[in-house]
Each structure stands twice: as C-alpha cells, then as structure tokens.
C-alpha cells in the first residue's frame, strides 16, 4: 500500500522538451505539495495546494505548471525544460491540523541534457 | 521569516558511538518540529516530531527534545548502526501548511 506515489522515478530528457510528473496519494489528505531537491540535497517548497486549489506558490519559473485534478492528485508540468532544472521532485500530502506532518513519495529524478 | 539550520556534513562514525546532530531555529509563534530522514534512493520519512515546548520526540532509538529556550531540537541516538547511514533534515512548521527544511547531514557510520 504506497501512501504517496510518483511516476516515472526517473526522467532523462533534452533541454527545450516538455514532461510532466504525476503524484497520487491514498491517504485521505485535504493538502499536497511539490518539493525541488537539488543537488546538495537541499529541499525548497515549490507549490501546494488544498482541495484542488492552489495555496503557495513560491518562486518557481512559470515553465512549471502544477495540476490537481483532484484532491487525490497532484501533477507537475514543465515546459521547455532547462538544465537548472535537474533535480529530484518530490510530491507531499498533509492533512491540516493534524499536527502538520507531511508523507513524501519516493521522489522523480529528472535530468536534463 | 522562519529559518531552519542544521550542521553540517558529513558526519561519520563507528558503530555504537554516540550521535548528536545539531539543529536551531527561527521562527515567530510555537511551530511543531521535525526529524525527516532520507535513505539513499528514497524519499524522506519522518523519524520523529514534538509539537509544544519540552516534548520529547522519539523513534527508533532516535530522540529529540524542544527546548524553546535555546530554540534548539538535537537529534541524539545511544549507539548508532551501519543501517543508520542517511540524510537527517531538521524541519519545522509554523501552524501554515509550509514546512521549512535545514539543509540537510548525511551521517555514515562504518562497521
């Protein structure tokens, strides 16, 4: 039973194409979240949103485009990608209130050449 | 704003020494803290978490204790194994929906 899933965990692609990472979580949670970990392993938000609407939105270049579908669901799209943009994203899901711990999925490694 | 700051790495040890990795923080308010740890090739998990002033988070034989005095939450386990090697990240939320991560320690310990 995974509680925070994420397809593809692994992603090469060129420089200029457009991907998208999907994140699913089955465990109920109003909240979910996209982090950026770079390599230095240092974690920084990139968006979140509660019950399919966008609630933070730091400064993330607008090439990345999240989607929630659904409550369960939370999709990142990037446009015309760049090589800053290599990294490992990982999605999130909290639910408010609840002592505000959050469940990371295994994370996409995305490369970019 | 709030800010998260851990020490820095890495940290090696031998198995069944002492561990203790450092980490204070800023913050407005009474936010809830948070060990995350991060084996390689995985995402992160949470080791352990207090949400008020002297609450003593623990896990694992890991443990961490709020002190809002010295706005500190030191991770510490007795005697650390080989399977403990990963990333440690200190974190904290401050009643938003924002957790805000120290910057990592990755601790390897050696047989």
């Known amino acids: 039973d995974t509680a925070v899933s994420q397809t593809p965990k692994y992603l090469v692609t060129q420089m200029g194409n457009d991907k998208s990472i999907k994140c699913e979580q089955n465990?109920?949670?109003?909240?979910m979240y996209w982090y950026k970990q770079d390599s230095k392993k240092f974690l920084k938000i990139m968006f979140s949103?509660?019950?399919?609407?966008?609630?933070i939105n730091e400064t993330v270049p607008n090439r990345f485009s999240p989607k929630s579908p659904d409550k369960a669901h939370l999709n990142l799209h990037i446009n015309s990608l760049e090589l800053g943009d290599s990294a490992v994203y990982f999605c999130?899901?909290?639910?408010?209130?609840?002592?505000?711990?959050?469940?990371f999925g295994p994370g996409t490694r995305l490369t970019v050449t | 704003g709030d800010s998260v700051t851990q020490m820095e790495g890495p940290v090696t040890l031998s198995e069944e020494a002492f561990l203790t990795i450092n980490c204070t923080y800023t913050a407005t308010g009474y936010p809830s803290l948070f060990w995350y740890v991060q084996y390689p090739g995985e995402g992160l998990q949470l080791l352990l978490k207090?949400?008020?002033?002297?609450d003593k988070g623990s896990n694992k034989g890991f443990e961490a204790t709020y002190r809002k005095e010295t706005t500190s939450f030191h991770l510490e386990k007795g005697s650390v194994q080989v399977s403990d090697s990963a990333v440690y990240f200190c974190?904290?939320?401050?009643?938003?929906?924002?957790?805000?991560f120290g910057g990592g320690t990755r601790l390897m310990v050696k047989p």
């Open positions: 207090a949400t008020k002033a002297d």
């Open positions: 974190a904290l939320n401050n009643a938003g929906n924002m957790l805000t």
């Open positions: 949103y509660n019950n399919k609407e966008l609630i």
């Open positions: 999130a899901s909290s639910q408010p209130g609840i002592s505000y711990e959050q469940y």
């Open positions: 465990l109920g949670h109003d909240t």
